[in-house]
């Protein structure tokens, strides 16, 4: 099943009022706190890290159980990314606590704080990471909010890096990546394995995409520099899809997807 809306919450972010938290070209330029990257940015591969991940956890542990799994995975990798988690700046300790996690979590400074003295500038409620971040990784890797199930939910977890010029390699529900590819969106099928996205098992879809997380971090800086050059077009295209007044969901779209 497709969640229109759930699925139209993520959309939000690319057609909502100014002021708020408006995608639409026009007025993107005009908001301070939610740059886009340039061209240059795009492009340039000299990076620091791989990847990005932005992955807390809940207190509701069956809702983020992968989640988890993802977390404790990437953890091993933790010297080749930018990671958040697993607890909340908000409530320190506590799931750190519920997974008996021996290490303090680290927080991804947002937006609205300087990155280099951590102060915050800005009272602005929802705020993605730091634009630094996306500039100095390839690719963003996270949980979507449904991970299991039969529901198809992409949302500002998947819109926001996509929005900045990233790879990005999520774990949700069944089909999200196809529902993605459904709304124009696309992806480097010949450098990354997206077949996991098809599997409707949930725990043969998590095997699947485990084993390529796998691959993907023991890739070289060199390599990772080779793909982010060579998809330079897929990714510049999917910013500017962001950019477009998305006023409704096109369903025609979405029951094509679904026979």
């Not at 949302?155 to 590819?181: D, Q, V």
């Not at 480097?188 to 084993?211: A, C, F, G, H, V």
């Not at 060199?222 to 510049?236: A, C, F, G, V």
Request: with cysteine; hydrophobic share 35%; net charge neutral.
């Amino acid at each position: 099943y497709y969640d229109p809306i759930h699925f139209y919450y993520g959309q939000l972010f690319r057609n909502v009022i100014p002021n708020d938290l408006c995608w639409m070209y026009s007025e993107a330029k005009k908001l301070k706190y939610w740059p886009v990257l340039s061209d240059n940015d795009l492009a340039y591969s000299k990076k620091t890290k791989i990847f990005l991940s932005p992955c807390r956890l809940y207190l509701d542990q069956e809702r983020t159980k992968y989640r988890k799994k993802l977390f404790e995975e990437l953890f091993k990798f933790k010297h080749q990314g930018f990671m958040s988690g697993p607890g909340r700046s908000e409530i320190p300790g506590v799931i750190e606590q519920i997974m008996n996690w021996p290490e303090a979590s680290q927080f991804l400074v947002p937006e609205t704080f300087d990155i280099n003295t951590q102060q915050k500038i800005l009272n602005y409620g929802f705020i993605p990471p730091n634009t630094q971040y996306y500039k100095e990784s390839f690719i963003s890797i996270y949980g979507e909010t449904l991970e299991t199930g039969l529901y198809v939910a992409p949302t500002e977890k998947s819109l926001i890096p996509l929005w900045r010029g990233h790879l990005i390699f999520p774990f949700a529900s069944y089909r999200t990546i196809k529902a993605l590819r459904s709304q124009g969106f696309k992806f480097p099928d010949n450098y990354i394995d997206y077949s996991y996205d098809l599997e409707p098992n949930d725990e043969l879809r998590w095997t699947l995409y485990k084993k390529e997380l796998n691959r993907l971090l023991e890739l070289s800086m060199n390599k990772w520099q080779e793909i982010w050059t060579q998809t330079y077009q897929i990714r510049l295209d999917n910013q500017q899809l962001c950019m477009v007044p998305y006023p409704h969901l096109d369903m025609s779209k979405v029951l094509a997807m679904l026979e």
